[in-house]
């Protein structure tokens, strides 16, 4: 009887040892997130960086829809909600005939002698506008930004503002029919663009490699197709009355994700499925290659369970310290060898979109982490990416593998997603 006694009374004070031990470890992590310098750092900056305007960055002249649906809740800090549409509706008054959203626009004054496929409207004369056409993700980026403007400032009625002959509400609609109309697979039933790196708009073929041509390699990936996802829940969520229509679509790209590009057995994503054969050699075995990016939004879509979320988390830990890279904003890993792509931009490897580090994308993974209740990975994982806009006093579009920055400077896109996950982290309890 004594025996037993001391058994439960040791279990007892284990227990509540254990309990205390926890709840030292949430409150450390709690103080160390919000006493952390980089964090401060970073929130100030991005700030600073934001009020100087919202083309991508310094690089670049243009406003692109992917990069503003991931600065938008940063520029909400610093701008009226009047300035936040008024990008939005550029966009919109520049929609295609067939219902597609362009990248960017940039002012018809600084277009000059560029070389560049540009698109013009009478809606927006302002305005001259560009797409790379390779990429299907600017209709989703669209819907996405106006569903996080709705959020941010509760301002509905730009839902119902008419634009030429439609309102907002319609033409976003639109925008979701241009990629079932010329974007859909019916094989698969998946949607699909040229072949990319990842979330990438450069293809391996000729020249620059933005557009589609003839030359072109269609394939579907899971980037393109869980923004779509996304955006159809934003889009439902906006306009409840479109969800008859767009709830069987969304679970039938979400069923067909899963069928078609989740290796179950490798648990990760394929990088494509072509439709008209590779453009890489014979014998290339593509499916070696772990895409980061496209597998963090397709978390966001809601394509994977926790514990795969934690089992991609922990493949991507792995491939950048074999990359020997920064943090798991690594494109992807490994790289396309030199030569597969005729862009030289995209050579030799680790370079820009071939395995280049994208904090743009790699603070969106930070930001699932945290949703899916991985705060302590998330804190640990967002480090070195905001250490390394303090070491470098700014923001920088990409870094190189052994962390050095490169690309545009002033990069929006990669304040807007560490501020973001800076403030979620810091509205944990």
Known sequence: MKSN?????????????????????????????????????VKAKALEVMKTGFNAGDGYREVWIRDYNTFIELAAQVYKKEVLKENLLVFLRMQGEDGNIIDGFTPVKKVGEVEYDFTYSPLEPRYAGHKNTVETDQESSLVQSIYKYIQLTNDRSILDEMIGNKTVGERLVWSMEFLMNKRFNKQYG??????????????????????IDENTHPAIDIYDNAMFIIALNDLMEMIPASKQKWQPVKNSIAQNCRKHLWDKSRQKFIPHIYLEGSPFPAGFNENEIYYFGGTAIAIEAGLLSKKEVKT?????????????????????????????????????????????????????????LIRYGFVQEAYEQVLPMVKRVKDNNGFYEWYSVD????GSGTFRGEAGVLYTAIVMLEKLK
């Open 312 to 368: 991609s988390l922990d493949e991507m830990v792995s491939r950048v310290k074999k990359a020997g890279a920064a943090s798991i904003g690594l494109t992807l890993y490994p790289p396309y060898p030199a030569g597969y792509f005729a862009n030289k931009i995209m050579n030799p490897e680790y370079s820009y979109q071939n395995g280049g580090d994208w904090t743009w994308f790699g603070g969106r993974m930070i930001q699932q």
């Open 190 to 211: 998946l949607i699909t663009g040229a072949t990319t790196a990842d979330w990438g708009d450069v293809q391996p073929e000729h020249g620059w490699g933005v557009d």
């Open 403 to 406: 962390n050095k920055p490169r």
């Open 5 to 41: 006694y001391l058994l439960l009374m040791l279990l007892m004070i284990t227990m509540a040892a254990s309990a205390q031990e926890n709840k030292l470890s949430g409150k450390t992590l709690s103080e160390k997130i919000k006493h952390n310098e980089y964090f401060h750092f």
